[in-house]
Nanobody
Framework: QVHLVESGGGLLQAGGSLRLSCVASDTFNNYAMGWFRQAPGKERDFVAGISWSGGSTYYADSVKGRFTISRDNAKNAVYLQMNSLRPEDTAVYYC???????????????????WGQGTQVTVSS
């Protein structure tokens, strides 16, 4: 099983930047990975995804041009660089891994089996 642990969340002002990290207890370099976020009272939404090789990335429209997903398979890690943060980016952010082969990241929770505990990102105006 893959155990995921996120870190890097925090409290900052609008326009600032954060980098989230997700480290796995075992290798997940054969699988696409995703980042999701969930604001209070809302559904968990897709934010960004990256292919198994890191060669292809995918983003929700709301974060395109501001967020960058990357991975380092040698370190069993995936990252989310978040720039130009806005108050509406406030949420708990989760990294996710599928339970089987997944070349391209899917934008739905159902495609993923393993989830981190989440890290809080709060952006003040």
């Amino acid at each position: 099983q893959v155990h995921l642990v996120e870190s890097g969340g925090g409290l900052l002002q609008a326009g600032g930047s954060l980098r989230l990290s997700c480290v796995a207890s075992d290798t997940f370099n054969n699988y696409a990975m995703g980042w999701f976020r969930q604001a209070p009272g809302k559904e968990r939404d897709f934010v960004a995804g990256i292919s198994w090789s890191g060669g292809s990335t995918y983003y929700a429209d709301s974060v395109k041009g501001r967020f960058t997903i990357s991975r380092d398979n040698a370190k069993n890690a995936v990252y989310l660089q978040m720039n130009s943060l806005r108050p509406e980016d406030t949420a708990v952010y989760y990294c996710a891994a599928p339970g089987g082969p997944l070349i391209r990241p899917a934008p739905t929770q159902a495609a993923y089996t393993y989830w981190g505990q989440g890290t809080q990102v709060t952006v003040s105006s």
